[in-house]
């Protein structure tokens, strides 16, 4: 099955390293493989006809005063179709709740944008050995009250929050076991027959081709090497 790629772009980009980007993303052969770009705000429209793209993030809100923030509404009028939520960053520095990651989902969802959503553990959470209990009661909140056919639409990216930036990632024993324990879980507890689930945090061409031998990853959420237009090259044409 043909891997998903999508970089999540942060704030690293100007729009002349963009139009660089989008020239890559142009000319680069995407059979087989699903490429989708997540920059900021101003630059979703750049990617235009070229890759599907994702916002970084959403409102809570519908409509009306609420400066800096952009609707669910506003992204499906603007023909975006993916949009990450639950970010670690934002999970810590704007102190996003799974409450508020729940109306987010729904969200989206009422506006037919596919929701790629962040859950993973931080440094001593693994190393008390609470992953497991971590990412099930991050499901349990983001996901709140959605139907099988809701959950089934979801995007669910495990990203460890000490492997983000970091240049450390679990082993690919450790990756595939929290694979298989958050399909496992998803698909039992939500009564869904499949669900994806991607890879994120040091992603990088230097680590790709190993990681690509894990088959129960559906694909890969990355930071730091998606704002590198070789790596990020590199890590699309490793998908075959
Ligand atoms: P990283 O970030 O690839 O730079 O570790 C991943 C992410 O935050 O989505």
């Known amino acids: 099955m043909s891997k998903i ?4 772009q942060k704030m690293y980009m100007n729009k002349e390293d963009v139009e660089a980007f989008s020239d890559m993303l142009k000319n680069i052969d995407k059979t087989n493989k699903e490429v ?3 920059p900021t705000f101003p630059f979703l429209e750049y ?3 070229i890759v599907p793209v994702g916002a970084q993030d959403v409102s809570i809100n519908d409509n009306g005063a ?3 923030q952009v609707s669910a509404s506003q992204l499906k ?3 975006v179709p993916y949009c990450i939520i639950g970010h670690s960053e934002r999970r810590e520095y704007n102190h996003e709740t799974d409450e508020e990651i729940n109306i987010k989902v729904k969200k989206l969802l009422e506006n037919d944008i596919t929701p790629i959503l962040c859950i993973g553990e ?3 959470e693994r190393q008390n050995k609470l992953t497991e209990t971590v990412i099930k009661n991050e499901l349990i909140g983001d996901l709140k009250d959605l139907s099988p056919a809701s959950v089934e639409k979801i995007i669910i990216a495990y990203e460890p929050i000490w492997a983000i930036g970091t240049g450390l990632t679990p082993t690919l024993e450790e990756i595939d076991e929290s694979m298989k324990f958050i399909k496992e879980y998803v698909t ?3 009564n869904v027959s499949k669900v994806t689930v991607l890879y994120g945090g040091s992603v990088s061409d230097k680590n790709i081709d190993e990681l690509n031998t894990v088959e129960s990853i559906d694909g890969y959420l990355i930071g730091g090497a998606s704002a590198k237009k070789d790596a990020f090259a590199y890590i699309i044409n490793s998908q075959k």
């Not at 790629?5 to 999540?8: A, L």
Request: glycine share 10%; hydrophobic share 25%; net charge neutral.
């Open 36 to 38: 989708i770009v997540c």
């Open 122 to 124: 931080k440094l001593e």
């Open 66 to 68: 609420y400066t800096s």
């Open 77 to 79: 009028s603007l023909n």
């Open 47 to 49: 990617y235009n006809g």
């Open 188 to 190: 039992t507890t939500y």
């Open 5 to 8: 790629v999508i970089g999540n």
